[in-house]
């Protein structure tokens, strides 16, 4: 293989063969991103039978290498996205899985170190910012190399609920959703814009109250639970948050993205990955976005994080116990 082919070669292993797995897989398969694509589970079995279903794929969309691994391939990756750990329940909120999930994730991120991965984490288990605070820790990586999901499905809820609400396009909608991806996140309405418009006047125009806005921000909250309540699990979205973060690493996009991203004094915040958004590139976290937000954003992006580190202080210490 030559110089140029090896420098344009990517690849990308995937850690976790669940449901939000193997949509993230047939995500990436669509796009036609990485060269090679390495599925890794307990389940070796699925792997493969994952493996030899999605290279059925490759003749209408883009050639790839795709196959069942194991840590060993992680050597040489780009990027490692861990999908793998419990599914949140009916009823159980995604804090409730943190125990179970950090002893999950200790057994995964020291193998794909050990292998001599050099390249970008990208975690999507549940709760995600304690995991992928737990990733950073366990792995010794620079925090700009660890990256979680966050709040991209959160904003991408909140962008579909307000396009519908508006009548515009949900692309055109520049709003995020930031803090825990969970039950204290919030709606940053103060700074959204549509078309360079504030939100928050193009709301007023439409007629769209404060309480229509506490309805649909509360919607978005919870429309996790009205998923999981109907068909077990929610896969989709996320799977497609996690295609969109990835490409942002492989093609060097300096994207902004909403994240899980390590904060440095941001809103007066640090030592936590919690949602923001964040410019995404090939290094991984080249920098995070610090928001304009109200007092009372403000306010819940600190009891937010508040939440978060005393979740992650408990999971970690009950973890060394």
């Known amino acids: 293989m030559n110089i140029l082919t090896n420098k344009n070669h990517q690849k990308v292993v995937l850690v976790g063969d669940g449901a939000v797995g193997s949509s993230y897989a047939y995500s990436m398969m669509n796009q036609g991103l990485a060269e090679e694509f390495v599925i890794v589970d307990v389940i070796k079995e699925r792997t493969e039978g994952d493996a030899l279903d999605l290279e059925d794929a490759q003749v209408f969309t883009a050639p790839k290498k795709v196959y069942s691994g194991d840590y060993s391939d992680c050597s040489d990756a780009d990027v490692v996205v861990i999908t793998a750990g419990a599914p949140q329940k009916p009823g159980e909120t995604r804090l409730d899985l943190v125990n179970k999930n950090l002893k999950i994730l200790s057994s995964i991120v020291k193998p794909v170190v050990e292998s001599g991965f050099d390249g970008i984490f990208v975690v999507a288990a549940n709760p995600v ?36 609400k508006l009548n515009v396009d949900p692309r055109n909608v520049d709003a995020y959703i930031m803090g825990e991806h ?48 109907r068909k077990g699990a929610t896969f989709y979205g996320v799977a497609t948050c996690l295609m969109r973060i990835t490409k942002a690493i ?65 999971g970690l210490a009950a973890l060394e116990a």
């Open 182 to 229: 969970g039950d204290s996140e919030f709606a940053a309405y103060s700074a959204a814009t549509v078309g360079s418009k504030p939100f928050l006047k193009f709301a007023e125009e439409k007629g769209i109250t404060q309480d229509d806005l506490d309805k649909i921000e509360d919607q978005t909250r919870n429309k996790a639970y009205e998923i999981i309540n």
């Open 250 to 314: 492989l093609r060097d996009e300096n994207a902004v993205l909403p994240i899980g991203a390590a904060l440095n004094g941001e809103y007066g915040l640090d030592d936590i990955f919690i949602g923001t958004p964040a410019v995404i590139n090939a290094q991984g976290l080249a920098s995070v976005i610090e928001v304009p937000l109200s007092d009372k954003e403000l306010a819940a992006m600190k009891s937010s994080a508040e939440t978060l580190k005393k979740v992650t202080k408990d």
């Open 129 to 164: 910012d304690v995991l992928t605070y737990a990733t950073w820790k366990f792995s010794g990586f620079p925090k700009e190399k660890v990256i979680g999901s966050g709040t991209s499905l959160d904003t991408s809820r909140l962008r579909v609920a307000l396009a519908k």
